[in-house]
């Protein structure tokens, strides 16, 4: 009976492993992608800050090739921006081809949100040489930028204006200094994202701070200020796509798939026992704990669940309960050879067990190229059909097979539990084992 | 198939699917043809992923035709509106890629008129450009999923199956691009994502038929090629329609009870795993046998 003992330490390792799972879906709810949860979505393709800062590289043309480094670096700034602005959960990642997708669940106006979190905010301080006959000014290179401020703030000025103050950091203090020094008497443009806001005439050595006028309302200043807080971002950011899912779009959606997927289940539930009997009761515990550890996997992994994740996992219980027609499929035909039972379950298994994993393998390929190359909806659902295909590789085979082994000698294990009329003379044959 | 004395070489089999393989490449010659001259004649219905633009879903307070609402939308400036009523009181408005400021214009004008509820059902606007980056890369990974199971294919099978292989893929993924040109349905990011799918899963019946055709390779050497390749399709035909019928199930129940952003997932994966099966049944197997015939090396 040692073929026993290994059959209950399998049986007892998934009790554990499926209860470790039901634990970490209560304590850990399963989070919701932005099509179910509802909420905004941006893609953002970062392309090089026009080369205005140097002022002496005009003719360098770096399109495309954008360090990821910078990329890294506007991320975590649109994330400091998104805090400041008070959204919870955001979540700000890169894609396959290093477009940034910013994730804001419920946001109440998600244009003027997306606006300032791709703000480029880019504060220059140029002399100006002169002014053309356009009425433009023109500028002398950038002397200092917006990087070497401590803190930004919205105001008003001794006019009433509206304005941003702003103060320089030590080092940008001792810059600013030696600027203004050397120009008393130009005039010094403050230039916002490459837009002269004001180009006041320096009239003595400035160190710590200064107020950037023009600003049409509070508000705007207030938006200003935040951005010039957090930093420029070291890429121009253009809007690829920006998707706002109404909170009632998603729940509908979720809903009926898990609708949809409950139904399915029980039509599927109802098709294996039909077509298998007792043997389908078995392969439906082994699709209960898939569900259970899927479920369970999903909750610690955090991955937040989307629709087309959703399309994965109802994909996959087909591939789970797959493996199980096709054993089952293997075991009554071995039984109507006139095999014993114990042979025909271990025939059945082995014989199935290539088809099962030469045809897991090729959709595991496909899931590997599209988590790969696939944008966001598509990388999610190459994780839930991977996953699916393994987890169900454990409940369907190893599993079912545990326990259908540990059943194999009880009485209920009979012809009609199996599901196959064997020929009466060949009854004796299969008591004969052991 | 339990008759009095089963035996090992018992290989009778009901369906002559090889026999009647001309049939279904015509059949599919058929669709995949229809779809390529629609897609010359009229093309995709290309979604706002594809063309860029603007897409509103909005509910209103009311039930409201689409005629009165196609007035709203001609007298705030945009007749050329696509509109599509997902309910009474609800539609899609499709747009030209508009700012935000025009946005907010239609959604005032629409509010002050009709009355809307907000938030909005849904809201989308994409640059027009985007849409190259996603053919480039559905592309490649199309390409590599099929170099990858051509590898794999041919390591653990022979060069005729993975070449077979490869054809049933391409065989689906054609059928369901038909399906997009014909019906005119519109193409979109989640027919992309339907396709990929199809790509992943139309491989899993024909690998279940090439298992059991190594297997009965292996065991009878002797026996006719094609009547092995009858009699294994025959022997997993329960099992192909068993799984093909379960995993359908969900998608039916999706399609009965789903709002359209569901829907469009679930019909293009009902075409994709019908085509799936029925190309690894009716043009997988004759395919292979053809080849078989064709080639002295493998000749019985």
Known sequence: MKQNRLNLIVLGIFIIVIGLSIWSILVNPIKLGLDLEGGTQVILKATQLQAADTGTSGTEQNSGSISSAAIDKAMLIMLNRIDKLGISEPLVTKDYSNNIVIQLPGVDEPDKAVELIGKTAQLEFKIVKGIDENGEYELGPALI???????????????????????????????????????????????????????????SVISGSGVIENIGSLEEAKDIALVLQTGALPVNLEIQEVRTIGPTLGQDSLQQSILAGIIG?????????????????????????????????????????????????????????????????????????????????????????????????????????????????????????????????????????????????????????????????????????? | ??????????????????????????????????????????????????????????????????????????????????????????????????????????????????????????DRNVAAGFSKQIIKYTLIAVAISIAGILIYVWIR?????????????LHDLFIVLSFYTITYREFNTTSIAVILTILGYSLNDGIVIFDRIREEIRINKKEKFSDLVNYSVNKTLARTLTTGTMTLFPIIVILIIGNETLKDFAVGLLIGIISGSYSSIFIGSPLIVAWNNRFQKYKK
């Open chain 2, 157 to 169: 099978f022979e060069v005729r199956f993975a070449l077979v292989a490869i054809f049933e893929m």
């Open chain 2, 1 to 122: 198939m339990a008759t009095g004395k089963p035996t090992v070489t018992d290989r009778s089999y009901k369906f002559d699917f090889v026999g009647k393989g001309k049939i279904w490449f015509i059949v599919s010659t058929v669709i995949i043809l229809a779809g390529t001259v629609m897609f010359f004649v009229r093309g995709f219905n290309y979604g706002i992923d594809f063309l860029g633009g603007n897409l509103l879903e909005v509910k209103f307070k009311q039930e409201i035709s689409v005629t009165e609402l196609r007035k709203v939308m001609e007298e705030t400036g945009y007749g050329k509106a696509i509109l599509q009523s997902t309910a009474s009181d609800q539609y899609i408005i499709r747009t030209v890629p508009i700012t935000t400021q025009e946005k907010t214009r239609i959604i005032d004008s629409l509010d002050k008129k009709i009355g809307i509820i907000k938030p909005l059902v849904q």
């Open chain 1, 145 to 203: 930028t917006g990087d070497k401020l401590s803190n930004a703030s919205a105001g008003y000025d001794s006019n009433g204006q509206v304005v941003v103050q702003f103060s320089f950091n030590s080092e940008g203090a001792a810059e600013f200094e030696k600027i203004t020094s050397e120009n008393i008497g130009n005039p010094l443009a403050i230039v916002l994202d490459g837009e002269v806001k004001s180009a006041p005439v320096i009239r």
């Open chain 1, 265 to 434: 289940l029980i039509l599927i539930a109802i098709f294996m026992v039909a077509a298998y009997r007792g043997l389908g009761l078995v392969s439906l515990l082994g699709l209960a704990s898939y569900i259970a550890l899927f479920w369970g996997i999903l909750s610690i992994l955090k991955t937040p669940l989307t629709l087309s994740g959703i399309a994965g996992i109802i994909l996959t219980i087909g591939v789970a309960v797959d493996a199980n027609v096709l054993i089952f499929a293997r075991i009554k035909e071995e039984m109507a050879k006139g095999k014993s039972k114990l042979a025909s379950f271990r025939e059945g298994f082995k014989n199935a067990l290539k088809a099962i994993i030469d045809s897991n393998v090729t959709t595991l390929i496909t899931a590997a190229a599209l988590y790969r190359f696939g944008t966001g909806p598509i990388r999610g659902f190459a994780v839930t059909l991977a996953m699916g295909v393994i987890i169900s590789m454990f409940t369907a085979i190893i599993l079912v097979r545990s326990i259908l082994f540990l059943m194999i000698n009880s009485k209920i294990m009979t012809p009609k539990f199996i599901g196959v009329k064997i020929p009466k003379t060949q009854i004796p044959k299969t008591q004969k084992e052991h």
